[in-house]
Structures are given as structure tokens and as C-alpha cells.
């Protein structure tokens, strides 16, 4: 039976809400999942409350149970609704990047290497000044952390580990939310270790900082630069690391729905096993003991828990959600200096004087072309 219970697993997929663009649109994401916290916390008040008020009104051990049976059951679908309108709206902001990118950017630029290349590749650029941020290594760490290291996908994983472990394993980031270092530490663990105690306020800025140096006035511009600025321009690397990007992030929200699935679906078991025994959990904190999961006190703890999960979950996928609007950034950024320098290497004359002007106006004019094709995507 596994190998056909294997195939017919759900496999979840949602729409890109497109109404989510750029830079904008992962900040409006980021401002809906502060109120799903909030949303989070008055639950749990309410559920407490309301608990509170079947105890005082006389309420069976039966009754009790069976509101926390049912309030456990909610938070599973209330949980992954929450996960399914985050994935929407990352995905969103990556199909109308790409699509800007594909139709719009990489057409363009191409178009404009197609025409200017031979041109520029004959001219002696050893004079040709012109402004540049070199690239450095976080530009990798950031492109890394969404693309071939599974770094989110790892935490979720670790995290949700306390539906089955919910004695122990949630000890440490209970500690980190009541010291306000949750989130610089998923940025460090997720995103770079370079990215220490940074907060989620200064990240865009953090992460520039890693991904390129300060910009420098340059001279000479030698054929192993002009190379990399033109597979810049043409695009097709960088669409293909961002639709990488793309792809491990579905993976990543798909194994936490899978894995939200898994233990919601161990819990709303029967009551009773085959032999007609009550199902037990074990401490993992202590294996020769067990615990009664039909027990409402237990049932209790468990949700409080979960709130927890959920929470940790819910600051985890902020800085997931800032790492893609920092990543496709990054990306725009780096095309936005090669339009400039490619622009004013065909513009550049080297047996023409005094055109220092001229030529700065044209890569003004070049960066000024890319942030409006990019529209909202400008920091």
C-alpha cells in the first residue's frame, strides 16, 4: 500500500497573487503577516477565555475536551490557510518580476548588446571612466539561501518538530521570541552569516552591503568585465537563477503544508487504538513515561504549543519573504550598473576630449531606463 499512498499524497500548489508586485508588494505581505501574529494572539486569548468560562459554568470532562479536540482541529486549517496566503503572494511577486523581466528587461538589453557589441568590443576602453560597485561574496550567500541550500526549508522543518517533541524542543525558540532575537537569528542562520544581529528594519541595507562594495570611480574597462556586464544584460542566467529561486521556494511552502498535514492528521487519530487501548504519546524528555493525548489539560498544553510553532513559523517566513524582495533587488541593481557602464562604453569616444559630461548624462539616463522598466521593484 506505501508505494500507492506515495503517489496519491496531496500535492499543493496555489495561484500567484499578482496583486503583490516588487518591493511594494513584499512589504504589504510583510504588513499582513504581523497581523496574522496578532490575528494569533487574540485566538489563543479567546480560545483561553472562553475555556474559562465552560469550566465556571459547570462544563463535563467530555465537554472539555471536546472544545479543545475542536479548537486543535482549527488551528491546523486556520494554520495552513495562513501558509497558503503567504505562498501566494511570494509567488506573486516573483511572476510579475519575471514577467517584467522577461518581456520588458532582457528584450530590451538584448537588443541593445545585439546592436552596440562588436562596436564596443573594438573600441580601446582603457581611458573610459565610469562608476562601479564590484560584486562580493553575499551575493552568492543570498542567491544560495533561495536557490541550492535548502536553509528555510531546514528551519521550518526543525521548528515543526514540536508538534511531536512539544516538552522539550520549543525551549529554545520560546527563549529567542522572549529576547527579541528570533528574527536576527533567522537572518544570520537563513540568509548569511555575515548578516549578524541584524534587524529585519536595516535588512535591505545590510544585505546591499555584502552583495556589492562601495562604488569607486574606475578607469579602463578591460574585455573580463565587459563579458560579465554583457551575460548580464542578456539575461538568461539571471532569469534562470531566479526562476531557480522560485522553484525551492514552492518546495519549501509545499514540505510545510505536507509536514502540517502529517501531524494533524496524527492527532485527530482515534481515541482508542486496534486493541482497544488509549493512544499515547511519549516525553521525549523523559521516554519511560507517556502521556494521555485524550486528557484535555494535555490537549491544552498542546495548543499552547502550537501557538507557539505557529508564531515562530509566522517570523520565520517574514525574513523568508524579505530575503526574495532583497534577492530580486540585488538582481535589478546589478543589471541597472551594467545598462550604465555598457551605455557609456558606446557612447564613449577615445579619440574625442572633454566629453566627461556628456558621457555621465548617458549613464544617468541609462539607470534612469532600468528603474522605470522596473517600476516598483526600486528600493
Not at 47 to 54: L, P
Not at 342 to 357: H, L, P, Q, T
Request: glycine share 4%; aromatic share 10%; proline share 1%.
Amino acid at each position: 500500500m506505501g508505494i500507492y499512498s506515495r503517489y496519491m499524497e496531496q500535492e499543493y500548489d496555489v495561484q500567484a497573487n499578482e496583486s503583490y508586485v516588487g518591493t511594494l508588494g513584499c512589504y504589504n505581505a510583510l504588513i499582513d503577516m504581523e497581523r496574522n501574529n496578532r490575528a494569533i494572539f487574540e485566538a489563543g486569548i479567546a480560545r483561553d477565555f472562553q475555556g474559562a468560562v465552560m469550566v465556571n459554568e459547570g462544563a463535563s470532562e467530555e465537554e472539555l475536551l471536546a472544545f479543545t479536540e475542536a479548537s486543535l482541529g482549527g488551528f491546523f486549517e486556520a494554520f495552513k490557510s495562513m501558509i497558503k496566503k503567504i505562498w501566494e503572494k511570494i509567488k506573486g511577486v516573483f511572476s510579475t518580476f519575471l514577467k517584467k523581466l522577461d518581456t520588458v528587461i532582457i528584450r530590451d538589453n538584448k537588443k541593445f548588446v545585439e546592436k552596440y557589441q562588436r562596436q564596443v568590443r573594438t573600441k580601446n576602453l582603457s581611458k573610459l571612466k565610469y562608476k562601479y560597485c564590484k560584486q562580493l561574496a553575499g551575493f552568492e550567500d543570498i542567491k544560495e539561501s533561495l536557490t541550492t541550500k535548502d536553509k528555510f526549508k531546514d528551519e521550518a522543518d526543525n521548528v515543526m518538530k514540536g508538534f511531536a517533541n512539544w516538552f522539550g524542543s520549543l525551549t529554545f525558540y520560546k527563549d529567542m521570541l522572549e529576547k527579541d532575537d528570533l528574527i536576527p537569528y533567522f537572518i544570520e542562520k537563513c540568509i548569511s552569516g555575515k548578516l549578524k544581529n541584524v534587524e529585519m528594519k536595516d535588512l535591505s541595507k545590510e544585505v546591499h552591503d555584502i552583495c556589492f562594495d562601495s562604488e569607486e570611480s574606475e578607469e579602463g574597462l578591460d574585455s573580463s568585465r565587459l563579458t560579465d556586464i554583457i551575460i548580464i544584460l542578456q539575461g538568461d542566467k539571471t532569469k534562470k537563477d531566479i526562476e531557480t529561486a522560485q522553484k525551492s521556494v514552492d518546495k519549501h511552502f509545499r514540505s510545510v503544508l505536507k509536514e502540517l498535514d502529517r501531524y494533524s492528521k496524527e492527532l485527530s487519530k482515534s481515541k482508542i487504538d486496534d486493541n482497544n487501548k488509549k493512544i499515547e504519546i511519549d516525553r521525549p524528555d523523559d521516554t519511560s513515561k507517556q502521556v494521555n493525548i485524550t486528557n484535555n489539560k494535555t490537549i491544552t498544553n498542546y495548543l499552547q504549543n502550537a501557538g507557539v510553532i505557529q508564531t515562530v513559523i509566522n517570523n520565520l517566513e517574514n525574513v523568508h519573504n524579505r530575503a526574495v524582495a532583497c534577492f530580486l533587488n540585488e538582481n535589478k541593481f546589478r543589471i541597472s550598473q551594467a545598462r550604465k557602464v555598457f551605455a557609456k562604453a558606446v557612447s564613449y569616444n577615445d579619440k574625442a576630449k572633454n566629453e566627461s559630461v556628456y558621457l555621465d548624462a548617458v549613464e544617468e539616463a541609462a539607470e534612469y531606463e532600468i528603474n522605470e522598466m522596473f517600476e516598483q521593484y526600486c528600493l
